[in-house]
């Protein structure tokens, strides 16, 4: 039975929504994929509300198994970290409503995931999702295709021995000689997004 994930990039401007099956062998379905937002003149009550209502339209339509978000940074631009965090509280609200789990990946995860390098850019990680969902070309804006790659990775997350969301036990004690190189960048991604975090 397939797993289905809703990938969220946030934004107030253009929040990435999309949501895929991903089966057992790793083949991804797109469900679909859309945009929302707001113009950025909007008052913030407005924009926050309006986001709000699109996550909670898309949680009811597709029903997922899980959440995957992007994980907020710290950035030269304050102002975007405030409103990306802002956006980042309203929809693990909305998944907590309706007990959705959320899992939270670093960009830098989601690019190995899905490319093999944690430096990707936005058009490789574009080609890549297109690739993988057997699309003509990447879904657009670049937001959607974010939004896309955050729901491919956390479904392949098991499949990537000695990640923490390895399918089992019996997984674990698999060799790292059968890991791809996605799945390889993925493990030196996570573990240095943890190693960052426990020096903080």
Known sequence: MALRVVGVDPGLTRCGLSVVDV????????????????PPG????ARLLTIADAID?????????VLALERVF???????????????????????????????HT???VKAAVTGSGQATKAAIGKMVAKICRLDEPP???????????????GWRGAAVGSNASASA????????QLTAA????????ASSKHRAARR
Do not use: F
Not at 27 to 38: H, R, S
Not at 42 to 45: K, N, R, S
Not at 57 to 65: R, S
């Open 23 to 38: 089966a057992a062998n790793r083949k991804v379905e797109l469900i679909d994929v859309t945009v929302a937002g707001t």
């Open 42 to 45: 909007t008052p913030l009550d």
């Open 57 to 65: 339209a898309w949680l009811d339509k597709h029903q997922p198994d």
């Open 74 to 104: 710290a950035s030269a631009n304050v102002s975007t970290v405030i409103g990306t965090a802002q956006v980042t509280g309203v929809i693990i609200l909305a998944a907590a409503r309706r007990s959705i789990p959320v899992a939270l």
């Open 107 to 109: 960009p830098t995860e």
């Open 140 to 154: 657009k804006p670049a937001d959607a295709a974010d939004a896309v790659a955050l729901a491919i990775a956390h």
């Open 170 to 177: 019996s997984a674990a004690r698999t060799g790292s000689q």
């Open 183 to 190: 799945q390889q960048a993925w493990i030196a991604a996570e």
